[in-house]
């Protein structure tokens, strides 16, 4: 039988892979029709990405060739949703993330903000939470997990050893006095570094004891007092840093809700809903998005920054860095300042990326503002929305392989082996090996999905399958939806799903007469928030393989914090978001979507 298990294990993807369009085949046979052949895509497609049995990616490539042979889409319009606006817009973003990580502009950015937040426990983990969702807010949370995580460790090592050496320092101190002409008239006492024992005092009571013969063991006490300094000085650092590793990744993710190029999900929810709603006069853009979701985000990242400091520094004045400067504190602050002065000052090419890192993101917050006609209107967008926040982000992006890496010499013409033209800010090279291209294919699955789900009637088909969810009140059909958004992408990939449980969410709405944006919304925000599990997003893995931490204490910081993400997200939707996107009104958009 343990054979037979271990053979069932070792080939479960093959079995995965074989048995799966099987099991799910009587679904077509029974109810012969667009929706039943394109539920059988769909749930197909949903195993092997729950499973991953074969890479997402080529799971994503899957509608190209299920959906001609089912006789749901032709192929041409399959691959069409391969590359369309929003995955323009996503590889411009990545061009940017990939420039900004080539030329360190992400580090130099996590040292000015460690150096002036300080490196107090609280205030350290405060730095590190707000510096890496700020760089998540532009390049990969991948990217920003494993940058962040190394500079975690080294701070917590040079804390650890300058306290350890001072607690040396001060056993030796004491231990000198242990002789026995010292003992005859020394009361001593010990100061604690660590909290726990800072009140502790080692005196004698008795000063006419024999000193000679109690010298050994008053020397043993003090030694004993050093070891367990020692062990609740590792326990201590143990679990500072679990709280700094945690709050690392769980704020990549969080930084990654706030702008549309952020997260891959956001990106998803802006096609499917130019997809589905084709009128919708670009709602959905970089500044209509950012305005939502980075309020949003501040108010998560403050939420988990306290959640997280009372589970690992606990609740108390000193621990909010109240009092004097230690020796460590300001040996690792050194230690910050000399890892940006390895630095040096900022070369050509990270000024160059800087400028075109402000004017990209300038660009994009004033092409459709809102509050005033923007330039993309005034000059471009008359009658028809010709420029797109695609169009700005491809710019920008080909500027990168025009500007080049080095001030030109221009005035130098002498001859010799040293003169040659610098190379670009990227190149091509350097793109092929750091663009994650699956997420093109995945975007691009998902795209695919959701017009094949609309052009077989699927969607409309689930959607009026959830009416009775009418009878609930309105503030609670997000709510319900986001939580079951929040758990089912615990054990999936946030892009897959994303792509299926989003066509679902307009349908539904649509059928409920409510505002799309009123459930599609905070269910992209809670698509991103997978904390408890280690295999739910990169970035957990990263924390989990980088550090000391046990699955319990993912799932114990995680399942909170997943029930906060949650309530803020429908907080900001029913707040600030309903006063932008005016949710309480079903608008006229919305039923004139795409027809079979």
Request: glycine content about 6%; aromatic content about 10%; overall charge neutral.
């Amino acid at each position: 039988m343990a054979g037979f298990l271990r053979w069932f294990w070792m080939y479960r993807n093959y079995l995965i892979i074989l048995l799966s369009p099987l099991v799910i085949l009587p679904l077509p046979l029974v109810s012969p029709g667009m929706e039943s052949r394109c539920g059988y895509v769909i749930i197909l497609m949903a195993l092997f990405w729950c499973t991953e049995c074969i890479p997402l990616a080529i799971t994503a490539l899957l509608p190209v060739i299920l959906f001609p042979m089912m006789g749901i889409m032709e192929s041409s319009e399959v691959c069409n949703q391969y590359m369309k606006d929003s995955t323009v817009l996503g590889i411009g973003g990545l061009m940017v993330a990939i420039a900004v990580e080539h030329t360190n502009l992400h580090k130099r950015i996590a040292f000015r903000v460690l150096l002036g937040l300080g490196v107090k426990p609280p205030l350290l983990m405060m730095g590190f939470m707000v510096t890496t969702a700020f760089l998540s807010m532009w390049i990969s949370n991948t990217a920003s997990t494993a940058m962040m995580l190394p500079i975690t460790s080294a701070v917590l090592q040079q804390l650890s050893d300058t306290e350890a050496q001072a607690e040396e320092r001060e056993m030796d101190l004491v231990t000198s006095k242990a002789g026995p002409e010292g003992l005859e008239n020394q009361a001593f006492e010990l100061d604690n570094t660590t909290e726990d024992l800072a009140s502790k005092k080692f005196q004698p009571k008795d000063s006419s004891i024999d000193m000679g013969r109690n010298n050994f063991t008053i020397i043993y006490i003090i030694q004993s007092l050093a070891e367990q300094r020692r062990l609740e000085r590792e326990q201590k650092y143990l679990s500072l840093s679990k709280g700094l590793s945690l709050s690392v990744c769980y704020a990549s993710s969080i930084g990654g809700t706030a702008t549309l190029t952020g997260a891959t999900t956001n990106i998803i929810f802006k096609g499917q809903v130019d997809e589905l709603f084709p009128d919708n006069g670009d709602i959905i853009n970089f500044t209509s998005w950012f305005g939502f979701a980075f309020p949003n985000m501040v108010l998560m990242l403050m939420m988990s920054w306290l959640w997280l400091k009372s589970l690992y520094l606990g609740i108390n004045i000193k621990s909010f860095g109240c009092g004097t400067n230690k020796d460590c504190d300001k040996e690792a602050m050194k230690l910050v300042k000399d890892e940006s002065k390895k630095l040096g000052s900022m070369s050509f090419a990270e000024v160059s990326v800087l400028v075109l890192f402000v004017l990209l993101v300038l660009l994009w917050v004033t092409r459709e503002p809102g509050f005033m006609p923007g330039w993309g209107s005034a000059l471009f967008n008359k009658d028809r929305t010709f420029v797109t926040d695609a169009t700005v982000s491809v710019f920008i992006s080909v500027l990168f392989f025009i500007i080049p890496s080095q001030m030109p010499r221009c005035w130098d013409f002498s001859v010799g082996s040293s003169l040659r033209a610098p190379s670009t800010l990227i190149t091509w090279d350097i793109v092929q090996k750091k663009m994650p291209w699956n997420l093109i294919l995945l975007l691009g699955g998902g795209f695919a999905l959701a017009k094949g789900s609309e052009t077989s009637g699927l969607s409309r088909f689930l959607g009026q399958s959830l009416v009775p969810l009418q009878a609930l009140p309105p503030f609670a059909i997000p709510l319900v939806v986001s939580l079951l958004m929040a758990i089912f992408t615990e054990c999936t990939s946030n892009v897959a799903a994303t792509s299926l449980i989003l066509p679902v969410l307009a349908s539904m709405a649509t059928a409920l007469k409510l505002h799309p944006l009123y459930v599609m919304l905070p269910c992209t925000i809670c698509a991103s928030l997978a904390f408890m599990l280690p295999v739910a997003t990169p970035p957990n893995a990263i924390a989990f393989s980088y550090s000391n931490l046990k699955i319990k204490d993912m799932a114990k910081a995680g399942f909170v914090l997943n029930i906060v993400g949650v309530l803020t997200a429908n907080i900001a939707l029913n707040t600030w978001g309903t006063a932008m996107f005016d949710l309480n009104t079903f608008p006229d958009w919305a039923n004139a979507t795409t027809t079979p």
